[in-house]
């Protein structure tokens, strides 16, 4: 088969085809095998559900997009240079984002460590050997953070070896700021949290001349996000791949300035004698970022919205037949902003606790995973939804809570 002929064939083949299904047609040319359909879910036993969660590392993300799996898939018959590669995609991926330079990394928490990684070491591949070990290597070694930003993720700044000093006024911040001074970082989703925004935290920075990095990882949509902190002077932009942009799951973007992308490189794969080793994303994983990143920028995200808020509208229609519930309609304000239906209601006339709905839910036919559960409410989101999908979530959660009438 030619390689043409192979390309057509490849456009063609439906979104959900795995390696498994292609057979050597030519020595080294593979095509894949009309009929094989390996149902690996079922083959182990592992339940499968409709995510009206969203994007949950734990529920394993979210659905690459067609063209993702594509890309996946045409990218894995061919050997290439994985520096060149991640040069090239992240060209592209720069553009897309109004920075100078990007990086595919293994998702946002990679990218953190890695974009840190790289402003402690420059491209010294020397100094990048030292890592996470820093005391007495004259490195910098300090991270600062608004108290308020503080969460579980901040673990991936420390993996650098550096200590995160919490502030929370301006006053301390500029206290705080000294020569092992490395970095100023910002979380936005907590960005409430905090006395100090963006703009006022970017500008601090530039006077003491220490560079910022800001953690999008859920915070797109709004799609604007994605350029948004670059333009604002952001040294490094972390986001996840595969939460709403549907790449990879263990995908991720580091964006920024040149010198510190190409720093942050020196510690990445294939390059081994640095922290980053461990988090190797393969050229399918690149080129997979990239075309969901495109596909994503490409959407018309007003209908895209609008969609959503129609599914959870017909969700709540259908629960509000059941006397004694209530619904509302939620979007909040930072991270994971899509429609968001709070399921509510009075338990003299509905006799059983969102636990319970919760749980029935998940052992129904299908299964339905919902996002959370108090004592009298259920909450759900349709983003992750396919479509179609509403139907179904809304006549299951009409009869579970029709059963406990
Ligand atoms: C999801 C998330 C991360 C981690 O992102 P990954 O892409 O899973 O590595 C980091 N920070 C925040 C705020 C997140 O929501």
Request: glycine share 8%; net charge neutral; aromatic share 6%.
């Given at each position: 088969?030619?390689?043409?002929?192979?390309?057509?064939?490849?456009?063609?083949?439906?979104?959900?085809?795995?390696?498994?299904?292609?057979?050597?047609?030519?020595?080294?040319?593979?095509?894949?095998?009309?009929?094989?359909?390996?149902?690996?879910?079922?083959?182990?036993?592992?339940?499968?559900?409709?995510?009206?969660?969203?994007?949950?590392?734990?529920?394993?993300?979210?659905?690459?997009?067609?063209?993702?799996?594509?890309?996946?898939?045409?990218?894995?018959?061919?050997?290439?240079?994985?520096?060149?590669?991640?040069?090239?995609?992240?060209?592209?991926?720069?553009?897309?984002?109004?920075?100078?330079?990007?990086?595919?990394?293994?998702?946002?928490?990679?990218?953190?460590?890695?974009?840190?990684?790289?402003?402690?070491?420059?491209?010294?591949?020397?100094?990048?050997?030292?890592?996470?070990?820093?005391?007495?290597?004259?490195?910098k070694?300090e991270?600062?953070?608004?108290?308020?930003?503080?969460?579980?993720?901040?673990?991936?700044?420390?993996?650098?070896?550096?200590?995160?000093i919490?502030?929370?006024?301006?006053?301390?911040?500029?206290d705080a700021i000294n020569d092992k001074t490395?970095?100023?970082?910002?979380?936005?989703?907590?960005?409430?949290?905090?006395?100090?925004?963006?703009?006022?935290?970017?500008?601090?920075?530039?006077?003491h001349?220490?560079?910022?990095?800001?953690?999008?990882?859920?915070?797109?949509?709004?799609?604007?996000?994605?350029?948004?902190?670059?333009?604002?002077?952001?040294?490094?932009?972390?986001?996840?791949?595969?939460?709403?942009?549907?790449?990879?799951?263990?995908?991720?973007?580091?964006?920024?300035?040149?010198?510190?992308?190409?720093?942050?490189?020196?510690?990445?794969?294939?390059?081994?004698?640095?922290?980053?080793?461990?988090?190797?994303?393969?050229?399918?994983?690149?080129?997979?970022?990239?075309?969901?990143?495109?596909?994503?920028?490409?959407?018309?995200?007003?209908?895209?919205?609008?969609?959503?808020?129609?599914?959870?509208?017909?969700?709540?229609?259908?629960?509000?037949?059941?006397?004694?519930?209530?619904?509302?309609?939620?979007?909040?304000?930072?991270?994971?902003?899509?429609?968001?239906?709070?399921?509510?209601?009075?338990?003299?006339?509905?006799?059983?606790?969102?636990?319970?709905?919760?749980?029935?839910?998940?052992?129904?036919?299908?299964?339905?995973?919902?996002?959370?559960?108090?004592?009298?409410?259920?909450?759900?989101?349709?983003?992750?939804?396919?479509?179609?999908?509403?139907?179904?979530?809304?006549?299951?959660?009409?009869?579970?809570?029709?059963?406990?009438?």
């Amino acid at each position: 088969m030619r390689r043409r002929e192979l390309l057509k064939y490849l456009s063609v083949m439906p979104a959900s085809s795995m390696l498994s299904r292609y057979v050597e047609v030519d020595k080294h040319v593979f095509a894949p095998v009309p009929g094989i359909n390996r149902n690996l879910f079922e083959e182990l036993g592992v339940r499968t559900f409709i995510n009206a969660a969203g994007t949950y590392t734990a529920m394993t993300g979210s659905l690459m997009r067609a063209e993702v799996m594509d890309a996946i898939n045409s990218s894995s018959l061919e050997f290439c240079m994985l520096d060149e590669l991640q040069d090239k995609v992240g060209e592209k991926i720069a553009k897309l984002v109004h920075a100078e330079s990007a990086v595919v990394t293994a998702g946002c928490f990679s990218a953190m460590t890695l974009g840190l990684a790289g402003v402690l070491t420059g491209v010294s591949e020397e100094k990048a050997t030292l890592l996470p070990h820093l005391e007495g290597t004259g490195l910098k070694s300090e991270v600062i953070c608004q108290k308020g930003h503080n969460i579980v993720y901040s673990h991936a700044l420390r993996n650098t070896g550096c200590k995160i000093i919490m502030v929370e006024t301006v006053k301390e911040l500029e206290d705080a700021i000294n020569d092992k001074t490395a970095l100023m970082f910002f979380l936005n989703v907590q960005s409430d949290q905090g006395k100090i925004m963006h703009q006022e935290w970017v500008d601090i920075a530039k006077k003491h001349g220490i560079p910022t990095l800001i953690d999008i990882a859920a915070d797109v949509p709004p799609v604007s996000n994605l350029w948004k902190f670059n333009d604002m002077g952001f040294d490094l932009v972390c986001v996840s791949g595969g939460k709403a942009i549907r790449g990879p799951q263990s995908a991720g973007l580091l964006m920024g300035k040149k010198a510190y992308i190409q720093a942050a490189r020196v510690h990445m794969p294939p390059r081994g004698f640095n922290i980053g080793r461990g988090m190797k994303i393969n050229k399918e994983e690149i080129v997979g970022m990239y075309v969901a990143l495109e596909k994503f920028m490409s959407l018309d995200h007003d209908k895209e919205f609008a969609m959503q808020r129609a599914q959870v509208d017909l969700i709540a229609t259908a629960a509000k037949t059941v006397k004694g519930v209530s619904t509302e309609i939620k979007v909040p304000p930072l991270g994971n902003v899509t429609p968001t239906l709070h399921i509510s209601w009075d338990k003299n006339l509905v006799k059983t606790s969102g636990k319970e709905l919760q749980q029935k839910l998940r052992g129904g036919q299908p299964s339905i995973e919902i996002g959370g559960s108090e004592e009298n409410k259920i909450v759900l989101t349709a983003w992750m939804l396919k479509p179609g999908q509403e139907e179904i979530v809304a006549k299951k959660v009409r009869e579970v809570l029709s059963a406990a009438v």
